[in-house]
């Protein structure tokens, strides 16, 4: 907008038009100096004509002068500048590459923490099935005492007979069978147990490294943030010693448009002229010497809209070159955007897939992407790419819900499990690892009935 603004003030071709008016200015300048000859005679005239040339003589050297040193100024402070934003933008770069490191530190941490839960939810859940496990082990140890301390009655315990031999054998054969199952079973626990001790120790040392890990980036991320606060300490030193030399070249050239010596006789000059009119005793007529004085004057004010017109060229390039610098910011921020979207997506996916790896048919959708490409938290449960809230039968709904059950048994131990409307069911497609109860309508049966498949 700054730039459509500058650039409505700009008039083609102006400096050519400033060289154009400058000739017009001395050629009526030269008219003005004619009419004061013809006007003036003797020796009064002639001198107040001379007076008046030294004075536009005087003010054209100045302005001549002045515009030189002028655009030595200029070019002097257009090179402070581009100096300065070109150490602006080396102390913005390395800001920015400190930056893009503490970001990738902080990826680092984000993805040693979620490894770090991992491990703990796997120390938590064998814990909690190690005390299970350890329980039942204790109760089958008790069990095992109370049937080997169980005597074996030689007699019927309805007519007080005694048993036959092979019944007495069969009963202690019996016994022997229940104690080597329990023996057999709180074996298979302890296995267990062991296993689970092991895994949990693993999994101790690995949290025990993320920690350490974790620690490390941080420190990391602290020198690099340090890094950065003197980086942006010593950026205002870097503008402020950059382009010295130029400085001192502006500083030079003001001086020296200060103290021009043609400023001193144009000035002597005016004074004198100024003397003379307040001397003057009658004026002769001037019209044609105050009009060519008048053409003089628009032409000046033409002469400034034009070189008003170069100095606001001059504002649009320097714009242009803000513009560039901007447009440079604003790539390097949606880079970091982008790269911190692609993370996000990345860590989605890895928390999907790491839930779906638990179930074999069911898959969850933990994340639904928005129209603005961000995304949202949602669960939903899927069968075959359909999903169990929307268009899935009941038949599959309840494969599904096996599925989940099977996983869920594996962590917390099996239940009987109870379906009802099984009739819905055409084939069971997961294979429970616990009892069923199965609840089914059939047109054909009038009373209730309960059969073992």
Same mark, same amino acid.
């Given at each position: 907008?700054?730039?459509?603004?500058?650039?409505?003030?700009?008039?083609?071709? !102006?400096?050519?038009?400033v060289?154009?008016l400058?000739?017009?200015?001395?050629?009526?300048?030269e008219?003005?100096?004619?009419e004061t000859?013809?006007?003036?005679?003797?020796?009064w005239?002639?001198?107040?004509?001379?007076?008046?040339?030294?004075v536009?003589?005087?003010?054209?050297?100045?302005?001549?002068?002045?515009?030189?040193?002028q655009?030595?100024?200029?070019? !002097?402070?257009?090179?402070?500048?581009?100096?300065?934003?070109?150490?602006?933008?080396?102390?913005?770069?390395?800001?920015?590459?400190l930056?893009?490191?503490?970001?990738g530190?902080?990826?680092?941490?984000?993805?040693?923490?979620?490894?770090?839960r991992i491990?703990?939810?796997?120390?938590?859940?064998?814990?909690?099935?190690?005390?299970?496990?350890?329980?039942?082990?204790?109760?089958?140890?008790?069990?095992?005492?109370?049937?080997s301390?169980?005597?074996?009655?030689?007699?019927?315990y309805?007519?007080?007979?005694?048993?036959?031999?092979?019944k007495?054998k069969?009963?202690?054969?019996?016994?022997?069978?229940?104690?080597?199952?329990?023996?057999?079973?709180?074996r298979?626990?302890?296995?267990?147990?062991?296993?689970?001790?092991?895994?949990?120790?693993?999994?101790?040392?690995?949290?025990?490294?993320?920690?350490?890990?974790?620690?490390?980036?941080?420190?990391?991320?602290?020198?690099?943030?340090?890094?950065? *606060?003197?980086?942006?300490?010593?950026?205002?030193?870097?503008?402020?010693?950059?382009a010295?030399?130029?400085?001192?070249?502006?500083?030079?050239?003001?001086?020296?448009?200060?103290?021009m010596?043609?400023?001193?006789?144009?000035?002597?000059?005016?004074?004198?002229?100024? *003397?003379?009119?307040?001397?003057?005793?009658?004026?002769?007529?001037?019209?044609?010497?105050?009009?060519?004085?008048?053409?003089?004057?628009?032409?000046?004010?033409?002469?400034?809209?034009?070189?008003?017109?170069?100095?606001?060229?001059?504002?649009?390039?320097?714009?242009?070159?803000?513009?560039v610098?901007?447009?440079?910011?604003h790539?390097?921020?949606?880079?970091?955007?982008?790269?911190t979207?692609?993370?996000?997506?990345?860590?989605?996916?890895?928390?999907?897939?790491?839930?779906?790896?638990?179930?074999?048919?069911?898959?969850?959708?933990l994340?639904?992407?928005?129209?603005?490409?961000?995304?949202?938290?949602?669960?939903?449960?899927?069968?075959?790419?359909?999903?169990?809230?929307?268009?899935?039968?009941?038949?599959?709904?309840?494969?599904?819900?096996?599925?989940?059950?099977?996983?869920?048994?594996?962590?917390?131990?099996?239940?009987?499990?109870?379906?009802?409307?099984?009739e819905?069911?055409?084939?069971?497609?997961?294979?429970p690892?616990?009892?069923?109860?199965?609840?089914?309508?059939?047109?054909?049966?009038? *009373?209730?009935?309960i059969a073992e498949?």
């Amino acid at each position: 907008a700054r730039i459509d603004e500058a650039s409505k003030n700009i008039i083609p071709g !102006a400096e050519q038009k400033v060289r154009e008016l400058n000739a017009k200015i001395l050629a009526a300048e030269e008219r003005v100096k004619s009419e004061t000859d013809a006007l003036n005679s003797g020796w009064w005239e002639k001198e107040k004509a001379r007076l008046n040339f030294a004075v536009v003589e005087a003010q054209a050297e100045m302005m001549e002068q002045k515009n030189g040193i002028q655009k030595e100024i200029d070019k !002097a402070e257009a090179e402070v500048r581009k100096e300065e934003r070109k150490a602006a933008s080396l102390a913005d770069r390395e800001i920015q590459n400190l930056q893009d490191h503490i970001t990738g530190e902080a990826r680092e941490v984000s993805d040693k923490e979620n490894q770090k839960r991992i491990s703990n939810g796997i120390i938590e859940s064998n814990t909690n099935e190690i005390s299970r496990k350890e329980r039942a082990v204790q109760e089958f140890r008790e069990k095992y005492i109370r049937i080997s301390e169980r005597e074996l009655t030689s007699e019927c315990y309805a007519c007080g007979q005694a048993l036959p031999d092979d019944k007495i054998k069969e009963a202690k054969e019996a016994q022997d069978s229940e104690l080597r199952n329990i023996q057999k079973e709180g074996r298979r626990m302890n296995e267990d147990i062991a296993v689970m001790k092991e895994e949990s120790a693993a999994e101790n040392k690995k949290v025990e490294k993320l920690t350490a890990e974790i620690m490390a980036c941080g420190e990391r991320q602290r020198k690099l943030k340090n890094d950065i *606060e003197d980086v942006e300490a010593k950026k205002a030193a870097m503008v402020e010693n950059a382009a010295s030399e130029q400085k001192a070249d502006v500083k030079r050239l003001k001086k020296k448009l200060d103290g021009m010596a043609c400023i001193e006789r144009y000035e002597s000059a005016v004074k004198e002229l100024e *003397e003379h009119k307040n001397s003057e005793r009658s004026k002769p007529d001037t019209t044609k010497l105050e009009a060519a004085k008048s053409e003089i004057r628009e032409l000046q004010e033409l002469r400034a809209e034009y070189s008003a017109s170069q100095r606001a060229e001059d504002r649009v390039k320097e714009l242009e070159a803000e513009k560039v610098s901007m447009q440079e910011r604003h790539d390097s921020v949606s880079y970091q955007i982008q790269l911190t979207e692609d993370w996000v997506r990345d860590i989605a996916r890895a928390v999907e897939e790491a839930v779906n790896g638990l179930f074999s048919r069911v898959k969850f959708q933990l994340f639904e992407e928005q129209i603005n490409g961000g995304l949202k938290d949602t669960c939903l449960i899927m069968w075959d790419g359909v999903s169990y809230d929307t268009n899935l039968n009941t038949g599959a709904r309840i494969n599904a819900g096996l599925d989940i059950v099977n996983t869920l048994q594996e962590i917390y131990g099996t239940a009987p499990l109870f379906i009802d409307n099984f009739e819905a069911v055409t084939e069971l497609e997961i294979q429970p690892d616990s009892p069923l109860i199965l609840l089914e309508q059939r047109r054909e049966q009038k *009373e209730l009935e309960i059969a073992e498949r």
